[in-house]
């Protein structure tokens, strides 16, 4: 009687499981990211308190003086006045580096003219030129954005102009088989056989934008995050210094994975062609 | 009058071999002339120019002496009284099968409605209708060759051009794509210059073999089989197939043999 049943089942659970078979458990990208923060937010929280709080701060404090600095209203206002040149200079960095990357790469001519200034701009000490910036662009709004806008946008060109280099000479051929225009080349090859190299070169910016903020937060009139971490820095409070410094770091991974998504929406063939090791 | 004319085609490179440069001469002066309709193999050992020799019928090089002609036009670049298929497809990867055979017509200016109805014409033609918005790492190399014949044919070219369209393809999927060819050639009538290492590709399929060594047309070997030539294997075992097949071998070997034992 039980093989019976057993044998009758067995084709019925078959039949469920065709579409797509499901694992029973898979260890998922998130639970081990979320295990790893466990893990490292835990070791610093127990090693923490027993530091001297001038010298270094843990978790539950940083999180009480953020707590402390959201409910004043500081900390909006702070992450607000900090989005608006960060957002401004990183798109504008955008808007001008690809297309100066996609010139640069596809016309040797424009590669003599001009690589080399991009080239030497990549390794430029911005903090150096900040002084000069700021009798340019004055203390405001303006000059935060320049400074985004020129840490931004060296990374986001150099990858741009690399994958230019890299698209294989077989695809230009089938544009110039097909008698494609210089602008269809552009557009309907080389733009998007680039836009792996170009997100690639989206993401780097973002850490350097996030950089080029504080440095602008901090030399130029003192606000936002950077200022927040200078005047706690000044005051020795260095747990409510740690808030900003965190919130800048959530951020960062934040537009990563938010540039991560906008690479799967417009290269999906690149992620499903890409050999990573699923475990 | 003749399709496709080659008259005394020179072309030659400059490689740098161990750092210096040097003169290859890839063609030394080429000539041959196809029909049209016709289907000519071009054929020799690698290296005897017959890739270059389609390169320069396509436009993607130029000759460096004498003169192309395609339809009485002088050949001065590429244009869309040809159309190239690729020795590996070549397809646009974040384009579906669909999207990469709109991408010739594109290029010749066709749009809306007509676009999206010659596109999947070509890919019914090839017998891809029903994968046409898989994208090219989603498909099979023979699928992938297929669209690639799909897109060179949909802009309507006088000549078709191919680069070794099989070589890249396992036994058997060759041998459907070849039959495949034979019945899309019967269809549309296009003249084919197709290049190929492979003499039983070249004997199968082409009215003509044009046989090539260091740049030289060495001899034209006229194919007298019947058509439709659908039936591949018994086309293999016709007394005309052997013979033609043994006497470009045995032209091909009278050459490469002692060069290869000096």
Partial sequence: MTDNTLAAKAPTAQDAAVPLPRAKFKLAKGHVTALSLIIVGSLWELAGPSMNPLFGSYPSAIWEAGVRMAQSGDLMTAILSSLQPFAAGYLLAALVGIPLGLLIGRYRMVEAAVGIYVTAGYAMPLVALVPLFMLWFGLGFTVKVAIIFTLAIFPICINTWEGV???????????????????????????????PYIIAGMKLAI????????????????????????????????????????????????????????ERRLAPWQTELSGREAA | MAEVVLKDVVKTFTLQIGGKPQLVNALKGVSFSVQPGEIVALTGPSGCGKTTALRIIMGLESANGGEVRVAGKHVLGCGHDRGMVFQHAELLPWRSALGNVKFGLEMKGVRGKELTERAESYLELVGLKDSMDRRPHQLSGGMKQRVGIARALAIDPAVLLMDEPFGALDAQTREVLQAELLSIHAKTGKTIIFVTHDLDEAVLLADRVVLMTQGEVQDVVDIDLPRPRGDVVAVRAHEEFVKKRYHIWKALHAHAVPDALH
Avoid: C, H, Y
């Fill in chain 1, 165 to 195: 280099r890299a698209v294989p000479k077989a695809l230009i051929e089938v544009g110039t088989s097909f008698v494609a225009p210089p602008a269809a080349v552009m557009w309907k090859i080389v733009l998007p056989a680039t836009l």
């Fill in chain 1, 207 to 262: 850490g350097k934008a996030v950089i080029a903020m504080v440095v602008a937060e901090f030399f130029t009139a003192i606000s936002g995050l950077g200022g927040i971490i200078l005047n706690a820095a000044n005051q020795f409070d260095t747990a409510a210094m740690f808030v900003p410094i965190i919130i800048l770091m959530i951020m960062a991974v934040g537009l990563t994975s938010l540039v991560r998504l906008l």
